[in-house]
């Protein structure tokens, strides 16, 4: 893999999201608390099935997601394969506060403590990027909800030209960028124009989830460059 190698940001096509969620997977590991409840058994056959099934269904469903690969092509040949992943969503109302409005909660999250939980989680998360949305009055935010980069090709540009596609579109419709972005997405984004509002984003789950693990998140905003 030498310099030759050439990173490129497309849409992702049909047929493609099991090798994105393996990629998003492998990107994130054990990492990140959020992620692994958002997406169960992420690092198995039967979660990366059920991973891609529900994004699949996500980028049908929403004209304003855009689902983005980022691909390495080598310097040889048009050979291209997937290395990171990354969702940006026009986001000119505010997300449902209620998980089940969004997603089959009963299937995703058979047991009841994790549905609860994810439940809970959920009403949190999305707080800051509802208010960023009322601010916007009427104009929309534009949120990078999803990023990962497979770790054997991370520092290699590609988290950047994903996260740049979103900066760019943001820019050119006048409006703020922002991510929920875990610790070591969070360079990343800085490089990429975005600044921190909140250190660590508050997750008040109640006292029977403290033992678990509880998601560390940066919110992060940028304001559009004109």
């Known amino acids: ?21 393996e990629v998003l997977s492998k990107a994130f590991g054990h990492d990140a608390p959020f992620v692994d409840i958002y997406l169960p058994n992420h690092d198995t056959p039967s979660g990366q099935a059920q991973a891609s099934k529900r994004l699949v269904a996500w980028q049908q469903s929403s004209e304003n997601s855009t689902f983005l690969k980022a691909v390495m092509r080598a310097d040889q040949g048009d050979q291209e394969h997937i290395i990171g992943l ?23 999250w058979p047991d009841k403590d994790d549905r609860e939980f994810m439940t809970r989680l959920w009403r949190e998360y999305v707080i800051p990027r509802t208010q960023a949305v009322k ?3 009427g104009k929309g935010v534009y949120v990078l909800e999803l990023l990962g980069v497979h770790p054997e090709y991370q520092r290699l540009g590609a988290g ?15 409006i703020k960028a ?17 600044s921190v509002e909140i250190e660590e984003m508050r997750f008040d789950v109640g006292e029977e989830y403290a033992a678990r693990r509880i998601p560390k998140l940066a919110y992060m905003t940028r304001e559009p460059q004109t």
């Open 178 to 194: 922002v991510v929920e972005g875990t610790p070591i997405g969070r360079r990343c984004y800085e490089q990429c124009g975005l």
């Open 160 to 174: 950047k030209a994903l996260v740049k596609w979103g900066t760019k579109a943001a820019d050119e419709q006048n």
């Open 1 to 21: 893999m030498g310099h030759a190698n050439k990173i490129d940001v497309a849409v992702v096509a049909d047929g493609e999201m099991p090798a994105c969620v």
């Open 86 to 108: 990354a969702v940006w969503t026009l986001m000119k109302e505010a997300p449902p506060a209620e998980l089940s409005k969004i997603e089959n909660v009963e299937e995703v």
């Open 135 to 137: 601010d916007s009055e």
